[in-house]
């Protein structure tokens, strides 16, 4: 008992102390942050809190080495108005709580100039309001749930074309253009329980009910499932003309085989996540894969600002190919290259700057022309790809097509 | 009826990896008197081997069982006479947790040394099926079921015919009287985890040719094997190949003709209803303070 008393005394006693601190941390935080990077010749700083071990590290690590390049190729090139830039990247273990943490002491105790985002909504979450309470600009490269604007931050900015929510509306569009003989009449819907893949399923089931075109089969299944012949049994049973499949990989591997090994074919077939990994033809089969539709914010062959210069420079300094670039990689890329832009319009790298500028006006990047609302949405759409020819190819819009829609061949088992 | 029986087909022939990754667990429980909460992941595990054997060395994935059972039967021997042996001495329930750490640390080394994108091993045949009356019947997982009725057709054989698997029985049912006729318990317990864990390695093979999979993929696998486990009896390994089978029809049935949300929860209802009959699952026996 009297441990307790005495152990509430001194938490009375720290809590003014933990305000002073917290204050003092804040005030401490204000030169650095508020600072006009401009004006002095030190390094600048960029804290980073990454996945470096930890559940999403393998995830993680291309945007990890899309930070590093983007870093390297602005130092090469003389830096950021005149300072070399200097990235300080801390592990998070892939944990909310530790990210948190981690910006606390890159703001208030290493006092960096500016922050990055870490990798994954998850993180982003909490991250973003630690970088908000201090004045720091959050441009980030991944955190598309619809939950990261749900903070209504205004320090917020996603490096990406579309939020994760809206990635399907391409394919969506896509189908609806089609003249109404060609369309399909009948659509099953199956998906993982996952907040993300069950919402952009919601939507784009949603369009195209409203659209004429009949729902036959519409079910979730347990994220962790490990076994989908059930789900593809029915599919193959029910025979739709399209289906439209909220997959996060391994999911979409397990359809795709069990498809091939009943010799079934839908007419359309869209995948939410597992087409785009470089590894997908490897999976299913590189002889399964033509015609499987997805969608995508970035691809190597996209005509976007610096991405050739991004695609050499990537393979220059990690090797391999362009086909096997993450599009993570891009996206911690364009962050840097958001930056850059700023620094060349205003002339300044401040936090403040930074904030007020991106709010207004268009930003080229390898990411496309990016454009936020007033919470850090981007306003743009994701690409609609099919793997055409062995490759995975941007198919719609036409303004960034490479290849014309094909139509879904049989498997080549 | 089609697409009912369609997926009683895909659940038999799922139900017989699952018999044989928990029928190891099943032999596991009776001679180390601990729930084996690293079953899974030595399936896993084995997995990767196997998957390590088909792309660096071009061994197709059935003949990779050939290596990969003694390699798995001795990290399982190992495992007992280094881990297990000395805890179950004092305290058996100790067993659980130095297995379920040990499932963690495992899991560990495979995702630094594979990472953890999705692998599946697939050979040539791994797409084709063949058509029966109008049934698909996928040729990997018919082979994968061939496979678990072989090895499960062995370990029966071992149990029942041979001096070992008496020896194995009488230390299942009873260590301190088998101890008392001359049976050297310990080496029968290391002996029987051995055979336990090298039926994982069967299973995994057959598993990583199967289903898409990674370190993670061994909490599913390990919940439906403790499920298993309870309904079939956790020493009995013909409950547990019964209840396996039960469980592969069971959620394949439900989850193409109902609704995959409602399969898993469709085996508990099972599971509950033959418990309210038999707390000792289907096969088992009643436990008295062995655990």
Not at chain 1, 148 to 160: G, T, Y
Not at chain 1, 214 to 232: G, I
Request: net charge neutral.
């Amino acid at each position: 008992m009297r441990t307790m008393r005495s152990t509430v005394r001194r938490s009375v006693w720290a809590v003014p102390v933990c305000l002073a601190a917290l204050a003092a941390g804040a005030c401490s935080a204000s030169p650095a942050s508020s600072q006009g990077a401009g004006r002095s010749s030190s390094p600048l700083v960029v804290g980073v809190s990454m996945s470096l071990s930890g559940d999403l590290a393998d995830l993680a690590g291309p945007a990890e080495k899309g930070y590093q390049l983007w870093a390297d190729t602005v130092n090469a090139q003389g830096g950021l108005l005149g300072r070399k830039v200097s990235l300080k990247f801390v592990d998070d273990a892939s944990n909310p709580t530790q990210a948190v943490t981690n910006y606390e002491n890159l703001i208030t105790a290493d006092h960096v100039d500016l922050v990055f985002g870490p990798f994954s909504s998850l993180l982003t979450i909490p991250a973003a309001s630690v970088a908000s309470r201090y004045g720091y600009a959050f441009i980030e490269p991944s955190g598309g749930a619809p939950q990261v604007f749900a903070l209504h931050l205004k320090n917020l900015f996603l490096a990406q074309p579309a939020p994760i929510l809206s990635s399907a509306d391409a394919f969506a569009d896509y189908i609806l253009s089609l003249p109404v003989d060609q369309r399909p009449k009948t659509a099953a819907y199956p998906t993982a329980d996952d907040p993300f893949t069950s919402a952009i399923i919601a939507r784009i089931q949603q369009r195209l009910q409203a659209a004429g075109i009949k729902t036959v089969y519409s079910q979730t299944y347990a994220a962790e499932t490990v076994d989908l012949s059930p789900v593809v049994t029915r599919l193959v049973s029910d025979k739709p003309d399209l289906i439209v499949s909220g997959t996060g990989g391994a999911d979409a591997v397990a359809e795709v085989k069990g498809m091939v090994q009943a010799h079934w074919t839908p007419k359309f077939l869209f995948f939410t996540g597992g087409p785009n990994d470089p590894t997908f033809p490897s999976q299913v089969g590189a002889g399964n894969v033509n015609g499987i539709f997805s969608s995508t914010d970035w691809i190597p062959q996209a005509k976007t600002a610096g991405n050739a210069a991004f695609i050499q420079a990537y393979i220059a300094k990690y090797g391999g190919t362009a086909a096997g670039i993450d599009a993570a990689a891009a996206e911690a890329y364009a962050c840097g290259q958001l930056l850059q832009l700023v620094a060349q319009r205003t002339g300044k790298i401040d936090n403040a700057t930074i904030i007020s500028a991106l709010h207004s006006g268009t930003w080229p990047t390898v990411e496309g022309n990016l454009t936020w609302d007033a919470y850090g949405s981007p306003q743009g759409a994701d690409d609609v790809v099919q793997w055409v020819g062995g490759q995975l190819l941007p198919v719609y819009p036409q303004s960034a097509a490479l290849a014309s829609p094909i139509a879904l061949p049989s498997w080549a088992g | 009826m089609h697409l009912f029986l369609q997926a009683t087909i895909a659940g038999i022939l799922i139900g017989g990896v699952y018999a044989l990754l928990a029928s190891g667990q099943a032999m596991i429980f009776g001679v180390a008197r601990t729930v084996n909460f690293a079953q899974a992941i030595f399936a896993i595990l084995s997995a990767y081997l196997s998957y390590t054997l088909f792309g660096d060395l071009g061994i197709d994935p059935f003949l990779s069982v050939l290596i990969l059972i003694p390699v798995m039967f001795a990290l399982g021997y190992v495992i007992y006479a280094v881990l297990l042996r000395p805890l179950n001495k004092s305290s058996a329930e100790l067993g659980l947790l130095v297995l379920y750490a040990l499932a963690i640390g495992i899991q560990g080394v495979l995702d630094f040394t594979y990472q953890t994108n999705i692998r599946v091993i697939a050979p040539a045949y791994a797409n084709y099926s063949w058509t029966v009356a109008g049934y698909q019947i996928p040729e990997v997982r018919f082979f994968a079921f061939l496979l678990a009725v072989v090895v499960l057709g062995a370990l029966h054989l071992i149990r029942q015919y041979t001096k070992l698997g008496r020896a194995l029985r009488a230390t299942s049912q009873n260590p301190v009287a088998a101890r008392l006729l001359g049976v050297d318990v310990d080496r029968i317990s290391a002996v029987g985890m051995g055979l336990g864990v090298a039926s994982a390695a069967a299973a995994g093979a057959a598993f990583g040719m199967v289903i898409p999979f990674n370190g993670n993929s061994q909490y599913d696998l390990l919940s439906k094997l403790l499920s298993i486990g309870v309904l079939g009896g956790m020493a009995s390994m013909p409950g547990t190949i019964v209840a396996a089978v039960i469980l592969g029809v069971v959620e394949s049935v439900v989850a193409a003709t109902i609704s995959p949300d409602w399969s898993a929860f469709s085996f508990l209802v099972v599971l509950f209803a033959v418990l309210t009959v038999r707390p000792q699952g289907l096969f088992g026996r009643q436990l008295r303070g062995e655990l």
